[in-house]
């Protein structure tokens, strides 16, 4: 790994000091759920909560909007197609991360006269909303009345909900699959560092989703040791969203599988990644505060808990096929091909989205709708709602 600055060291050990605490006030064991989310979240000094660098060249890992804005003008693509069957239009985003894929969002819809009546962001980390404001004051100026920052989610909303990488970095419950024992890993304290211990699992919705999994992973009963991430967070995200929306399109945008991919035997140790400078690797307890922490999304669970809060499956397709329905391409030949100096990079950026070898297959596009019936074009060909 990367050396780091002693203040950059000092907050990870001021993060570990933290966690620690909890622990040995918890009879020496907390869920890993409930590490990850004091890893990324403790107020002021969780990854997301402090003042570190996140995304792009000089933090940890890039998003598609931080590749190539073709990625955000693209997606505006879609979304100036719903906003033509809606009563109202509006847009929240979860997650903005450094607010440049509102800003070509945004830029883009202007174009056609298209714009939101309001974009809406809802935002955890106060250094990355700090971030998302600055870029809106440089950059578009002349549309920042129509962006606005919520605390919570609103009680009722309508237009289209927007997150792009969020679902991964929820908290999850890793399970452990023994022999005929389902149980939980949790973090313990040994040996002055952190370590793994599996105890019965308490939460009953917990147990209740592991035991409803094990015939996935072992169809024959054979023994097993099997370890993965249960998302309980994701599920109940959708649900709350499932009640919010009164009418519109939820878009989400993510890397996963479906279940049976998920849950495939040859993936008996989990999902679990995380990054620091660019660098991936699976260890969670690797600098705390100063590092990502992720796991790859169950899409199967998001659409039943979407679909079991009144909300209808709209489409599940790669994002290759998704930016290619919605016309990327087409959005790159607007810059000549003479023009070498600007067509070639984003010729490349492009390459980076739709790529199977990069980000094209890996990631996926879901989308469900309440009281909206028009088919989307971001999934005219390759929708795979059939692997769900």
Known sequence: MLPLSEIALAHSQSVQAMIREKILSANNWI????????????PGMGYYSSGATKLGIAGDFVTAPEISPLFGRTLAQQLRQISQHLTQFNILEFGA???????????????SAALPEKYYILEVSADLRERQQSCFKQEIPHLADRIEWLEQLPDHFTGVVLANEVLDAMPVHIVRWHAD????????????QF???????QDQELLTTAQQLTPEISPDNRPIDYISEINLAAVHFMRSLASTLQQGVILLIDYGFGRSEYYHPQRNQGTLMCHYRHHAHDDPFYLPGLQDITSH???????????????????????AYFLLNCGITGILAQTSAEDTSHYLPQS????????????????????FGKKFFEPLSGFNTGDMSRLL
């Open 31 to 42: 869920s890993f759920e409930h590490y990850m989310n004091l890893a990324l979240y403790a």
């Open 195 to 201: 370590a793994w211990q599996d105890l019965a699992i």
């Open 97 to 111: 991360g450094s607010g440049k894929l509102a800003r070509d969002i945004l830029l883009e819809l202007e174009k």
């Open 348 to 367: 490349s950026q492009v390459q980076k989205l739709v790529s199977p070898a990069e980000m094209g297959e890996l990631f996926k596009v879901i989308a």
């Open 181 to 192: 024992t389902v149980l939980e890993r949790g973090v313990t304290w040994q040996n002055d």
């Open 297 to 319: 999304v169950d899409f199967s669970a998001i659409t039943q808990a979407g679909q079991s809060g009144g909300l209808a499956l709209l489409g599940y397709t790669t994002q």
